[in-house]
């Protein structure tokens, strides 16, 4: 996971470019253009990290330049799934766990959509496990965004995968004592051929990964670490809203830290950020498109 | 879809030596099915390695999947995209797909779904005929809704069955069941392969107009909405969750009600265009023999038999077994003193046979679930055994 390591944390030359830009670039973004605004107000409690998320995606969208038209939005179940609705695309909002099982099929049957699935830590890494583990493996061009908030929010806030040690959630009244899922670590293992994970706090570099996660052909799988302020952070004194996304720069650490001893802003944790996989991998889609030519080629040559 | 093409992968005056399976993989191919996803499964494997063949031959898609349930769902998403989509399973399988079937029937998906119906319940018996999931093709998923479940009775049933499929299941927005068993799925026949280029040419109706005006779940006056493709630039939401004609979720009793309405209207209107059967002798029938799929068969040549001996017994066997077609078998059982269900399960159909006779007929069941079919003496010596005590 440690690919990316900058001994020193030194700016960058091309910073100020950087930043231009992107100044340029926020003007030009409107975020209403991508959505449904009849259907506001939205469901999501104060402080809740998916609407954080939920901009740095269309900021993404639109830096990529995807006509929302030919955009298609997969979700599941849970405060992940409710997400997609408000997105003016074509939006599926599917069963629980099902979103990249469903998404396979609208991507093989239309190679030509953009093809993104928005889950949350339950939704992706119990009940739909599974499938994530082979939408990784399989490579199919679809960018799957992971709301993990630690917790099943739209339930009342039952222990997830992810749910840290210790933590209090309403099934384990004396905190959780099972271990974590490392959804990024999962995803990797299984064979995504791109890979990151990033805070809601930070909204440029958020957007920045999502924006190459879509541009990139193949799985991109994304973990966004999204708090839960109502349900996971009143249960356990996790402090107000804008105190628990402060507390993302102590406990999540860039990756290009990874290595820089004299460093002390970041707690030493196993949650790090930023690029972890971006590999070269077939992607399935073209092979099989490839497959079927042959096969046609073979057919018409056995006819003449 | 790559490279799409339209042509069958068999000649339709060919004759040829098939298995139920393989028939019901043609069938498909040939009503224009391009997309298949599924999970291997005895006694259902031979559909998915059929269409493994054929689908890449015309351009369509065979996918793997990692579960049943994925399967179903990647076939749900397939026919989003607008193509025609297909799954094949059987019993535990079956049980699996549940879930996603009930979001196919509430979001009005189209999709077809084949059960090779395996002696059950649990992992029951692999190889062996059962007709056991009956109840479950009708009340399977959870909540209420309405269901197409067809069960042909012959290989040839088979092909033009599962083409018919696709034909409902794009006109209704539905998913539609196929139902048949074992030794329906694994018996070789030779024959000619009927024309279903009327099923073929049957796809669902596509949004036009203006993308404002547009409700994804207003009904036109056969009671079904048509359907927008993600690029169309109607950009649809579709959800599971009860919805308005928006296709937005709602909780208002008054919309929930036109919601349930809007999913069972569209059967009864068009309850002709479902409706599908077979009669043998019926008019006169004192004793009607009521049997679907395999048992059909035996039950034909009892009929036979029994009529040779100068009996009065008729046949009633449903092709389109849910919606059963309750009208149709009470205009043509009026003679009937009573009926003999014959069934491989321990009584499923005969409920609805309870429920269906308009009067004081006796039923009697006749089931079998050892992993036998029903023969057509069993069937000859039930129906004897009514008679005599009449």
């Not at chain 1, 990033?198 to 924006?211: A, F, G, K, Q």
């Not at chain 2, 049943?68 to 399988?93: D, F, H, N, Q, R």
């Not at chain 2, 609805?352 to 009067?359: F, N, S, T, Y």
């Amino acid at each position: 996971m440690n690919k990316h390591v900058i001994p020193q944390a030194e700016e960058p030359p091309e910073q100020n470019n950087q930043q231009n830009n992107q100044l340029e670039n926020i003007r030009d973004f409107e975020i209403q253009d991508y959505l449904r605004l009849d259907l506001f107000p939205h469901f999501m409690c104060p402080g809740c990290g998916h609407g954080i998320a939920l901009r740095a995606l269309l900021w993404a969208i639109h830096d990529q330049g995807i006509d929302k038209n030919n955009l298609a939005i997969i979700s599941g179940i849970g405060c992940s799934g409710r997400v997609g609705t408000y997105i003016d695309a074509n939006t599926y909002h599917t069963t629980h766990g099902r979103p990249l099982a469903f998404a396979t099929g609208l991507k093989m049957a239309r190679p030509d959509l953009h093809v993104v699935v928005i889950t949350g830590d339950g939704d992706c890494l119990a009940i739909g496990g599974n499938h994530l583990i082979h939408a990784a493996r399989r490579n199919l061009d679809i960018t799957c965004i992971m709301l993990n908030n630690e917790i099943y929010g739209m339930t009342g806030g039952q222990v997830s995968p992810t749910t840290p040690h210790d933590r209090f959630t309403t099934t384990t009244p004396a905190g959780n004592i099972e271990p974590v899922f490392d959804a990024s670590r999962l995803a990797e293992a299984a064979g995504a051929g791109f890979v990151g994970r990033e805070v809601t706090i930070h909204v440029p570099r958020l957007r920045d990964l999502i924006s190459e996660g879509l541009d990139y052909k193949g799985f991109s799988f994304i973990e966004v670490m999204s708090d839960c302020t109502e349900i996971n952070g009143r249960k356990n004194d996790l402090g107000s809203s804008s105190e628990m996304v402060l507390g993302q720069t102590r406990t999540m650490r860039p990756s290009e830290y990874d290595n820089n001893v004299v460093d002390h802003p970041f707690r030493p944790n196993s949650m790090n950020t930023g690029v972890f996989v971006k590999s070269n991998r077939p992607e399935y889609g073209a092979s099989y498109r490839d497959m079927v030519d042959d096969i046609q080629e073979k057919q018409k040559g056995h006819s003449v | 879809m790559t490279g799409q093409t339209s042509q069958n992968t068999l000649d339709s005056q060919d004759t040829i030596n098939i298995q139920g399976n393989h028939a019901c993989a043609l069938g498909a191919v040939a009503a224009g099915c391009r997309f298949y996803a599924g999970y291997p499964i005895t006694p259902s494997s031979e559909v998915a390695e059929r269409l493994a063949k054929e689908l890449p031959k015309v351009g369509g898609v065979f996918i793997q999947m990692e579960d049943e349930i994925a399967s179903i769902a990647a076939t749900l998403g397939a026919s989003m995209g607008g193509v025609k989509s297909m799954t094949a399973t059987s019993g535990p399988g079956f049980s699996l797909k549940q879930e996603n079937l009930g979001y196919g029937m509430g979001a009005q998906i189209p999709c077809v779904v084949v059960n090779v119906m395996r002696g059950g319940p649990s992992t029951g018996m692999p190889t062996r005929p059962s007709q056991g999931d009956l109840m479950q093709a009708r009340w399977g998923t959870h909540g209420d809704h309405p269901v197409i479940a067809l069960t042909p009775g012959s290989v040839e049933e088979i092909y033009t069955q599962t083409a018919r499929a696709f034909a409902l299941s794009e006109q209704l927005r539905i998913p539609v069941l196929v139902l048949f068993d074992e030794s329906l799925g694994h018996l070789v026949e030779t024959i000619a392969l009927p024309d279903v280029a009327e099923y073929e040419n049957t796809v669902r109706k596509w949004a036009s107009g203006k993308p404002e005006d547009y409700k994804p779940y207003r009904p036109d006056a056969d009671g079904v909405a048509p359907m927008a493709r993600p690029g169309d630039g109607y950009r649809v939401h579709t959800t599971g969750l009860t919805v308005s004609e928006s296709g937005f979720p709602t909780q208002k009793s008054i919309e929930v009600d036109r919601a349930m309405k809007r999913l069972f209207n569209k059967m009864e209107i068009n309850k002709d265009l479902i409706e599908s059967f077979e009669d043998v002798d019926c008019e006169d029938a004192e004793v009607v023999i009521v049997a679907l799929g395999i048992v059909g068969r035996a039950a034909r040549m009892a009929v036979r038999e029994l009529r040779a001996e100068g009996h009065k017994v008729g046949l009633f066997r449903p092709i389109t077994l849910w919606p059963f077609p309750t009208q149709t078998f009470r205009k043509l059982t009026k003679k009937a003193k009573s009926f003999v269900v014959a069934e491989m399960n321990s009584g499923q159909m005969i409920l609805e046979i309870g429920a269906a006779k308009q009067g004081k007929q006796t039923v009697c069941g006749l089931n079998r679930y050892d992993g036998d079919p029903i023969s057509p003496s069993q069937i000859i010596n039930a129906v004897k055994e009514v008679l005599d005590h009449e």
